[in-house]
C-alpha cells in the first residue's frame, strides 16, 4: 500500500512538472526576444558612436572622437554578454524542450501499456474457449440448415430410384434395338447367329453408354 501511495505521488509530482514546463519554455523565449532586442538597440549604439568619432576626427576634434570610442567599447562590451545570456537561454531551451518530448514520450508507452493490459484483462481463457465453442456451434447448425435444405421433399421425394434405374435400362434396349443394322433382303440369318450379333452389339453399346455416363459425371 505504502509503495503505491509513493509512487501516485511521485507520477503525481511528474505531471505537474511536465504541466509547469510550458509556462517555463514561454517564458524563456520572451526573455530571448527581450535579450534579442536590447543586443540590436546596442549594436545601433555602438555603429552610432563609431559614426560620431569619424565626424569628430574631420573636425580635429581629437578628444571627443576618442571618448566616442570609449562608448562604443562599452557597447560592445555589453553586446557580448547579451550574446553569452542568449546562449544560456538557447541552452536551457533545448534542455527543456528535450525533457519535454522525453516525458511525452513516456506518458505515450505509459498509456499504451495501460490499455494493452486493460485488453489482457478483460479477456481470458475460459472467454476465448466459450468464442470458439460458439463458432464451432454455429457452423454446424449452418452445416445442418444446408442439408436440410438440400434434402428432396413433396413430390420428388416419393420418386423410386431403382423405379427409375429400371426406366432407364428399358430405354437403352431399345435404342440399341433400333441401331441394329437390318439383314440384306434375299438373305436368310439364322436366329442363333442373329441373336449372338445383337448381344454382342448390345454389350458393346451399353459399354460405350456407361463411359460417357461417367465422363459426363465427372
Known amino acids: 500500500?505504502?509503495?503505491?501511495?509513493?509512487?501516485?505521488?511521485?507520477?503525481?509530482?511528474?505531471?505537474e512538472a511536465a504541466s509547469s514546463s510550458l509556462p517555463t519554455l514561454d517564458r524563456l523565449h520572451e526573455t530571448l526576444e527581450m535579450l534579442e532586442k536590447k543586443e540590436r538597440l546596442l549594436q545601433k549604439k555602438s555603429s552610432a558612436e563609431i559614426e560620431k568619432a569619424k565626424d569628430y576626427t574631420k573636425a580635429k576634434n581629437k578628444n571627443a572622437a576618442i571618448q566616442c570610442l570609449k562608448k562604443?567599447?562599452?557597447?560592445?562590451?555589453q553586446i557580448e554578454q547579451l550574446s553569452n545570456f542568449q546562449l544560456r537561454v538557447?541552452?536551457?531551451?533545448?534542455?527543456?524542450?528535450?525533457?519535454?518530448?522525453?516525458t511525452d514520450t513516456v506518458d505515450a508507452l505509459r498509456s499504451g501499456s495501460s490499455a494493452v493490459k486493460a485488453i489482457q484483462q478483460s479477456l481470458s481463457i475460459d472467454d476465448i474457449e466459450n468464442a470458439i465453442e460458439?463458432?464451432?456451434?454455429?457452423?454446424?447448425?449452418?452445416?445442418?440448415?444446408?442439408?436440410?435444405l438440400a434434402t428432396p421433399f413433396g413430390a420428388s421425394a416419393e420418386f423410386d430410384e431403382d423405379e427409375l434405374e429400371?426406366?432407364?435400362?428399358?430405354?437403352?434396349?431399345?435404342e440399341l434395338d433400333l441401331e441394329l443394322p437390318e439383314p440384306p433382303r434375299g438373305t436368310r440369318v439364322a436366329p442363333s447367329a442373329l441373336?449372338?450379333?445383337?448381344?454382342?452389339?448390345?454389350?458393346?453399346?451399353?459399354?460405350?453408354?456407361?463411359k460417357l455416363q461417367a465422363e459426363m459425371a465427372i
Open 1 to 15: 500500500m505504502l509503495k503505491k501511495l509513493i509512487s501516485k505521488t511521485k507520477s503525481k509530482k511528474k505531471k
Open 72 to 77: 562604443k567599447k562599452l557597447y560592445e562590451t
Open 90 to 102: 538557447h541552452d536551457q531551451i533545448i534542455m527543456l524542450e528535450n525533457a519535454k518530448a522525453t
Open 134 to 148: 460458439e463458432a464451432n456451434e454455429h457452423t454446424e447448425n449452418m452445416k445442418q440448415i444446408q442439408d436440410a
Open 166 to 174: 429400371a426406366e432407364l435400362e428399358d430405354l437403352e434396349e431399345e
Open 195 to 210: 441373336a449372338a450379333s445383337s448381344s454382342r452389339l448390345a454389350a458393346s453399346d451399353f459399354a460405350e453408354l456407361t
